[in-house]
């Protein structure tokens, strides 16, 4: 047995429930023994087997609920909408299979994950940026009742509204609740790794906003201790860098003067010595003010505590910033790069997942509000989508679907955009420490961040992001209204056929009638002739 152990720590004990569940039900082949022991991520060949073996069982015992639960039905419809119901109560056993293959193929990436992130913390926490893995737990407990309480609603309100008699037989509908809720574990754990990778950028923007308003505090404090010039003009970012940058290299040539005025200063500098007086005690080392008696700078004046290791104590002085700073820039633009390639390898493994996932929404979706038009105008309903006839049934359904397929995008976009606000935190602190060195390594470093591109996509077809909810709404939206335009047409129809024949054989009677009467008229008169 090969294995590979992880490190992860803290983010893998927040996700211990997460893990258990998926092991146990043959979402993650991993090995759940290593995990419960040591806390690690094991590959395990019994896993794998097990993950098999469950895929079959579950796939066997859905097909003989949805066979119980539809009876002898199958054939009491058009075969067009048998064949689209097939198709949609189907794909949940068959998303199921996909979810948990690719588990079994993926789990050396995720367990790559998993240590590329306790690297990533281990760095984080060195320079002071502290993590919270505590809300990756509180987001999957609320993702999981989430999921525990839909399941419930549907799978039980289904039950005793269509089946008659509680038998062994009839329990076996609740066998079509695991298919469902794996493929939504499934994406509770991509939900999970998406959002601890947008934490941690979360995490370095808010170090360095933390920085940046604490600077600006000090110096807002510093200004107000000094007499403010009335001729002085606001300057943008760009204006005040290009002053800075101008006026400190005047600055530096004023200090460092050509060689011959440096000979010419020297020779005509002249250095006062004030002559020794007696009484005076001289001591080893040099005198220092005590500058915390005069204007003190604590923590209770709501500097935050990251930037006090750049801050002086005395109001007066300018801020130590130093290659302290330096360091810190730079080890952040390598870790934005380090979790832009963890979020890739994530893409990776639930691509094909995720575009299974929006197809079957999409589909779904559509055809369950199609049907429940149909039930609210008093049509008949398919019996594969009889759930439709109950409003609040159909409505949860609709709503349970639509939110595996919105909150991954949503999660995937704020990751996505957090990631570019990397950038915008880097120049704004460099605009609050306004010195020109700051500038060119802000500059030198926002080159790099433009190439650190993440992206969210199911398998190159479309972006996970708002554009693609928005699209998918407007196409549930124009196939809905398509479809009802096509009912109406059909009933349009068929009410015309109707009239028509109605029409025809009122006519006929009509015409035989007319008929009949002439021929007893006919008949009259040739006898009294």
């Given at each position: 047995?090969?294995?590979?152990?992880?490190?992860?720590?803290?983010?893998l004990?927040?996700?211990?429930?997460?893990?258990?569940?998926?092991?146990?039900?043959?979402?993650?082949?991993?090995?759940?023994r290593?995990?419960?022991?040591?806390?690690?991520?094991?590959?395990?060949?019994?896993?794998n087997?097990?993950?098999?073996?469950?895929?079959?069982?579950?796939?066997?015992?859905?097909?003989?609920?949805?066979?119980?639960y539809?009876?002898?039905?199958?054939?009491?419809?058009?075969?067009?909408?048998?064949?689209?119901?097939?198709?949609?109560?189907?794909?949940?056993?068959?998303?199921?299979?996909?979810?948990m293959?690719?588990?079994?193929?993926?789990?050396?990436?995720?367990?790559?994950?998993?240590?590329?992130?306790?690297?990533?913390?281990?760095?984080?926490?060195?320079?002071?940026?502290?993590?919270?893995?505590?809300?990756l737990?509180?987001i999957?407990?609320?993702?999981?009742?989430?999921?525990?309480?839909?399941?419930?609603?549907?799978?039980?309100?289904?039950?005793?509204?269509?089946?008659?008699?509680?038998?062994?037989s009839?329990?076996?509908?609740?066998i079509?609740?695991?298919?469902?809720?794996?493929?939504?574990?499934?994406?509770?754990?991509?939900?999970?790794?998406?959002?601890?990778?947008?934490?941690?950028?979360?995490?370095?923007?808010?170090?360095?906003?933390?920085?940046?308003?604490?600077?600006?505090?000090?110096?807002?404090?510093?200004?107000?201790?000094?007499?403010?010039?009335?001729?002085?003009?606001?300057l943008?970012?760009?204006?005040?860098?290009?002053?800075?940058?101008?006026t400190?290299?005047?600055?530096?040539?004023a200090?460092?003067?050509?060689?011959?005025?440096?000979?010419?200063?020297?020779?005509?500098k002249?250095?006062?010595?004030?002559?020794?007086?007696?009484?005076?005690?001289?001591?080893?080392?040099?005198?220092?003010?005590?500058?915390?008696?005069?204007?003190?700078?604590?923590?209770?004046?709501?500097?935050?505590?990251?930037?006090?290791?750049?801050?002086?104590?005395?109001?007066?002085?300018?801020?130590?910033?130093?290659?302290?700073?330096?360091?810190?820039?730079?080890?952040?633009?390598?870790?934005?790069?380090e979790?832009?390639?963890?979020?890739?390898?994530?893409?990776?493994?639930?691509?094909?997942?995720?575009?299974?996932?929006?197809?079957?929404?999409?589909?779904?979706?559509?055809?369950?509000?199609?049907?429940?038009?149909?039930?609210?105008?008093?049509?008949?309903?398919?019996?594969?989508?009889?759930?439709?006839?109950?409003?609040?049934?159909?409505?949860?359904?609709?709503?349970?679907?639509?939110?595996?397929?919105?909150?991954?995008?949503?999660?995937?976009?704020?990751?996505?955009?957090?990631?570019?606000?990397?950038?915008?935190?880097?120049?704004?602190?460099?605009?609050?420490?306004?010195?020109?060195?700051?500038?060119?390594?802000v500059?030198?470093?926002?080159l790099?961040?433009?190439n650190?591109?993440?992206?969210?996509?199911?398998?190159?077809?479309?972006?996970?992001?708002?554009?693609?909810?928005?699209?998918?709404?407007?196409?549930?939206?124009?196939?809905?209204?398509?479809?009802?335009?096509?009912?109406?047409?059909?009933?349009?129809?068929?009410?015309?056929?109707?009239?028509?024949?109605?029409?025809?054989?009122?006519?006929?009677?009509?015409?035989?009638?007319?008929?009949?009467?002439?021929?007893?008229?006919?008949?009259?008169?040739?006898?009294?002739?």
């Open positions: 047995m090969s294995g590979v152990s992880n490190g992860g720590g803290g983010m004990e927040a996700l211990r429930g997460l893990f258990y569940v998926s092991a146990i039900f043959g979402v993650i082949p991993l090995s759940l290593m995990f419960f022991k040591r806390r690690v991520l094991q590959l395990s060949i019994s896993g087997v097990w993950v098999v073996c469950n895929i079959i069982v579950y796939a066997a015992l859905y097909h003989v609920a949805t066979t119980n539809i009876k002898d039905d199958w054939g009491s419809q058009k075969t067009l909408t048998n064949a689209i119901g097939i198709f949609i109560i189907y794909m949940e056993p068959l998303m199921m299979g996909i979810d293959i690719f588990g079994m193929i993926n789990q050396r990436r995720l367990i790559e994950c998993f240590e590329r992130l306790h690297r990533v913390d281990t760095k984080l926490a060195g320079e002071g940026i502290p993590l919270n893995n505590q809300q737990k509180r999957t407990v609320l993702l999981g009742l989430l999921v525990l309480l839909f399941e419930m609603v549907i799978t039980v309100y289904s039950f005793v509204e269509f089946e008659q008699d509680f038998t062994f009839s329990s076996i509908w609740f079509t609740t695991i298919p469902t809720a794996l493929n939504s574990v499934c994406r509770i754990w991509f939900i999970i790794l998406v959002h601890a990778i947008r934490q941690r950028f979360n995490a370095m923007n808010g170090h360095m906003n933390e920085i940046a308003q604490g600077l600006q505090e000090f110096k807002d404090q510093q200004q107000g201790h000094q007499e403010s010039d009335p001729y002085e003009v606001p943008d970012y760009l204006e005040r860098e290009i002053f800075t940058v101008y400190q290299r005047k600055a530096q040539f200090v460092t003067p050509p060689k011959k005025q440096k000979q010419k200063q020297a020779s005509a002249i250095i006062q010595v004030k002559p020794y007086e007696a009484g005076t005690k001289l001591s080893s080392t040099p005198l220092r003010r005590n500058s915390n008696a005069i204007y003190p700078i604590s923590k209770a004046d709501g500097i935050g505590a990251a930037a006090q290791q750049f801050l002086p104590t005395d109001i007066r002085q300018r801020p130590k910033i130093d290659q302290r700073m330096d360091n810190k820039l730079i080890l952040i633009c390598r870790t934005h790069d979790l832009c390639e963890i979020g890739k390898i994530v893409n990776r493994m639930y691509s094909v997942q995720m575009l299974v996932a929006m197809a079957h929404g999409f589909v779904a979706i559509t055809a369950q509000l199609y049907f429940l038009y149909c039930g609210l105008t008093g049509q008949e309903v398919p019996i594969l989508f009889r759930s439709a006839q109950i409003v609040l049934l159909s409505l949860t359904y609709v709503c349970y679907t639509a939110l595996k397929c919105v909150v991954p995008i949503f999660v995937c976009w704020k990751t996505k955009t957090d990631s570019r606000r990397t950038g915008i935190e880097m120049h704004y602190l460099a605009n609050v420490i306004d010195e020109s060195h700051y500038y060119e390594v500059n030198h470093l926002s790099k961040l433009l650190h591109h993440l992206n969210f996509s199911a398998c190159g077809f479309f972006d996970l992001d708002m554009t693609t909810l928005y699209a998918i709404t407007g196409a549930v939206t124009s196939y809905l209204i398509i479809l009802i335009q096509f009912n109406l047409a059909a009933i349009q129809k068929s009410t015309g056929n109707a009239t028509l024949t109605t029409n025809a054989s009122t006519s006929t009677t009509a015409l035989a009638l007319i008929d009949g009467v002439s021929t007893a008229l006919t008949t009259y008169s040739s006898r009294n002739l």
